[in-house]
């Protein structure tokens, strides 16, 4: 079984921030499979489902953000899943807005909830996707930017940017990794690579 966490916080009043973009990209992902993701399990939402045939788990943990790897812990001991098989969906303030970028792992960067993962876990070697919030702060201290929503004029370009990443985490199940990296791994607002193109951008960073 393959687990796909998006990480965000619960509750109305932060369902549509921009901390919460994991929870947003899970739940189309899951939408896309006809799947709800209203169990609650290891201190989490979950919903499964197949994409391509294969099993998958949607998971959004109830502990706030910054214990997100408590509930990821349960799952990956309970279900007994493999680091590759484990995908963690997030915002990340550290890379362009609207921009998408993939890795196999690494470190966590400036991100809480991916540092509680790792800590939780004692590994960092799981593949993760993140949708880009950065270049919108200017002074805002970054918990108030990161918790608050989305302007008018940036709705398209976040939901793009969403799509692309749910797009990119769909062919990462049916192809591999390293297929989304190639095809996906791209800047703000760009298009996905077309198939045989090879991706030149980054795919190290935060």
Same mark, same amino acid.
């Given at each position: 079984?393959? !687990?796909?966490?998006g990480?965000?916080n619960?509750?109305a009043?932060?369902?549509?921030t921009?901390h919460? +973009?994991?929870?947003?990209? $899970? ?6 499979c006809?799947v ?7 201190k989490?939402?979950? #919903?499964?489902?197949? +994409?391509?045939?294969?099993? !998958? ?5 109830q ?7 408590q ?8 279900y007994?899943?493999?680091m590759?098989?484990?995908? $963690?969906?997030?915002d990340d303030?550290? +890379?362009?807005?609207?921009? !998408?970028?993939?890795r196999?792992?690494?470190s966590?960067?400036s991100?809480? #909830?991916?540092?509680?993962i ?8 799981f ?13 805002a201290? =970054?918990?108030?930017? $990161? =918790?608050s929503?989305?302007p ?6 976040i939901r793009?940017? $969403?799509t ?9 199940v ?6 989304a ?9 760009k ?16």
């Open positions: 079984m393959i !687990v796909i966490a990480l965000g619960p509750g009043n932060f369902s549509n921009k919460n +973009i994991g929870f947003i990209t $899970v739940d189309m992902l899951a939408e896309r006809g709800r993701i209203s169990k609650l399990k290891h989490a939402l979950v #919903g499964e489902g197949l +994409i391509a045939g294969k099993k !998958v788990m949607f998971v959004k943990p502990t706030f953000m910054n214990e997100s790897g509930s990821i812990r349960s799952i990956v001991d309970y007994d899943v493999a590759e098989d484990l995908i $963690v969906v997030y303030v550290d +890379i362009p807005f609207g921009a !998408v970028r993939i196999k792992k690494g966590a960067g991100h809480n #909830g991916m540092r509680n790792i800590f939780m876990l004692e590994d960092d070697s593949p993760r996707f993140r949708v880009g919030i950065g270049g919108e702060r200017g002074r201290p =970054l918990r108030d930017y $990161v =918790l929503g989305f008018e004029e940036k709705l398209d370009e793009d940017a $969403v692309r990443c749910a797009d990119a985490i769909e062919l990462a049916t192809d591999g990794i390293e297929a990296m190639q095809k996906y791994n791209t800047g703000a607002g298009k996905a690579k077309p198939e045989g193109e090879r991706a030149e951008n980054e795919t190290n960073g935060h």
